[in-house]
């Protein structure tokens, strides 16, 4: 079972295998966890996405983390929350899955996520919170030994731990 840890901080300090990007389709950077995470890798993040030609919702493609301490970044584009029922819990629960695949694909044992469309898309924080803890904790690792999720906010702390408490 993956060890499940949670830490309020910026993503892109943490030395893990891999960090998971909460990208756009066109997987060309944007505001938000994406922007700090471009800025921190450096350019040659973008010029490793380009060549992808996007990336679907809920999916997920890979990239080395040039100037990041983490090796590899995962880029998945979340749902855009509009009214829960236009597909987004399943959305969203195969960006947790499509990630989790690729990182067990790159024989990754470490792995931070960002809260996956909570900021721009707008998707409640506790309803996504569930998605994401209950996704990892079912989720068959073989490789992956430990999951991080990286809450920039106390308040996210706070559910993330919540959440947890009951799984
Ligand atoms: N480290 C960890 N978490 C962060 C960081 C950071 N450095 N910066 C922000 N967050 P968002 P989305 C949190 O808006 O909702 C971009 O423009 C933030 O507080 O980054 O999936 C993309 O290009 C929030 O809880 O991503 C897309 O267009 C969470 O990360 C769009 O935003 C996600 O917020 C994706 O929207």
């Given at each position: 079972m993956i060890n499940i840890e949670v830490i309020q901080g910026d993503i892109t300090k943490l030395k893990v295998d891999a960090i998971v990007n909460a990208a756009?389709?066109?997987?060309?950077g944007g505001g938000g966890v994406d922007g700090a995470i471009h800025r921190a890798a450096g350019p040659e993040l973008l010029q490793a996405c380009i060549p992808l030609k996007g990336c679907e919702t809920g999916h997920a493609k890979i990239t080395p983390g040039f100037?990041?301490?983490?090796?590899f970044v995962i880029h998945t584009p979340g749902p855009v929350y509009?009214?829960?029922?236009?597909g987004e819990p399943a959305l969203l629960e195969s960006c947790y899955k499509s990630c989790l695949a690729l990182a067990e694909e790159n024989n990754c044992e470490t792995v931070a996520f960002p809260a996956i469309s909570t900021g721009v898309y707008g998707y409640p924080w506790k309803e996504a919170t569930e998605i994401a803890v209950n996704t990892v904790h079912d989720y068959p690792a073989r490789n992956i030994k430990k999951v991080i999720f990286c809450c920039f906010s106390a308040q996210m702390k706070k559910i993330y731990q919540e959440v947890l408490q009951r799984v």
């Open positions: 756009n389709c066109s997987l060309l100037k990041l301490p983490a090796k509009r009214d829960g029922q236009h």
